[in-house]
């Protein structure tokens, strides 16, 4: 693929060798940890909300044909609610089922979205507090849900965290509290400070003893793959991006629960610097990421697997990838460019992993062949983010989001 130098970026391929495409999703209780029963109750609430609308399934006909295969379908995430990211479907529906919980818990009713927008339960939801880690978009969506549905809201932000990602999340009026260290040590000092102030923490990664939230964060996120399946035939492929794996085992469950084994070939991408899932499966366990997770790829710079998701990953995906952050760019660069009269995308830097992954894979015979990619392999991936800091996106790109957007067409 012309603009990637192979010999310089570090990619590594890990076919799972416990991956059970025979198995049944019901079985070891996955069912209980995600399912299309409990996602369609999700979809209720989530398209009921103000600005609800399927994101755009982008059709990269240019890149397809460069890269031998007969498509790639780029779900366009950027324009989520006008939060920048897919974490809109995730951290703001936890927020909404924590707040229905307490209502329940103190009047005995079961409340909506719409109950709560309207301010008719404000007397009991302002006394919440809603907390959380982050790297940027799962603050911001969780800011959002507690502005959206009448909480109070305290995010925490570790110590490279860019300033134009902590004022995206002040902009909806959570307090934003700065801490050193990693995505992980932030992780545990939210969770310090909520036992000891009585706060709500509502978090995309799982633990032991912290389950509930983070499997509705997971299920908000299921939504998008209902989305794709609406606008598409189903993929041969799909590359989806890693972090703690709370999105990859979203849409791997959604996949396995209804196409059984007839699903697409599943794909985890991490960066080479934060690879916890990779380690996870070649060691067969959870496994920590070390060193300071110093990858562009913000969103995806997390050490810790939440363990939700690896009850579903550990036999559900096929494959586990890491790349290098020069790849990345690359990749944002190449979309911002649009390839072969492609649509240009304005793409963050965590939003191209999948997409980087599976080109970087093509690019080399032995991965193409050892991936089963040919000229008839039908690419999914997941764009998960627009510019959610411009300013890193103009120095990254070299072009501002605004005037990539501009050379954008109207389909």
């Known amino acids: 693929m012309d603009g990637y130098n192979r010999d310089s970026i570090p990619i590594r391929l890990f076919e ?58 780029y779900k366009d995430e950027g324009g989520r609610f006008g939060l920048g990211s897919f974490k809109a ?59 959206t549905f009448g909480c109070r809201c305290v995010i925490y932000v570790h110590e490279t965290v860019s300033e134009g990602r902590c004022r995206a999340i002040a902009k909806y009026g959570a307090e934003v509290r700065r801490v050193p260290g990693t995505y992980d040590e932030a992780v545990r000092r939210a969770g310090s400070d909520a036992a000891a102030q009585g706060w709500s923490v509502v978090s995309d990664t799982s633990y032991d003893g912290y389950i509930d939230v983070p499997r509705d964060v997971m299920q908000g996120y299921g939504l998008m793959v209902e989305e794709v399946l609406a606008q598409s035939a189903v993929p041969s492929h799909v590359f989806v991006q890693g972090g703690v794996g709370g999105l990859a085992a979203s849409v791997c469950s959604y996949l396995w ?7 697409p070939r599943f794909v985890v991408v991490e960066p080479e610097k934060a690879d916890c899932l990779y380690r996870s499966a070649v060691a067969g366990r959870p496994t920590a990421a070390d060193g300071g997770l110093d990858t562009i790829m913000a969103g995806l710079a997390c050490g810790e697997v939440s363990i939700l998701a690896w009850r579903i990953l550990q036999i559900g995906a096929d494959d586990f990838m890491t790349i290098g952050d020069d790849s990345a760019v690359d990749c944002m660069r190449l979309l911002a460019e649009g390839r072969g009269g492609d649509h240009p995308i304005v ?54 989001p ?10």
């Open 16 to 73: 799972n060798p416990h991956a059970a495409r025979a198995a049944a999703y019901a079985l070891d209780g996955r069912e209980e940890i995600l399912s299309l029963a409990s996602l369609a109750e999700a979809k209720r609430e989530i398209t009921s909300w103000p600005g609800y609308q399927p994101t755009p399934l982008r059709r990269l006909t240019g890149l397809a044909a460069d890269s031998g295969v007969a498509d790639i379908a």
């Open 89 to 147: 479907l995730g951290g703001a529906y936890a927020v909404f089922k924590l707040l229905r919980q307490k209502i329940r818990q103190q009047n005995g009713v079961t409340v909506t979205s719409a109950d709560l927008t309207s301010g008719r339960y404000a007397d009991i939801s302002r006394d919440v507090t809603v907390t959380c880690a982050t790297d940027g978009n799962h603050g911001r969506s969780v800011a959002w849900g507690a502005r």
């Open 347 to 400: 793409a963050g830097e965590s939003a191209v992993a999948g997409l980087a992954g599976f080109l970087l894979a093509n690019s080399d015979p032995d991965l193409r062949r050892r991936l089963a990619l040919d000229r008839d392999s039908r690419i999914l991936v997941f764009g998960t983010e627009g510019a959610t800091d411009p300013e890193v996106y103009a120095r990254l790109v070299g072009r501002t």
């Open 402 to 411: 605004e005037d990539v957007a501009r050379g954008a067409r109207v389909e």
């Open 257 to 263: 629960e209804r196409f059984g084994s007839a699903r």
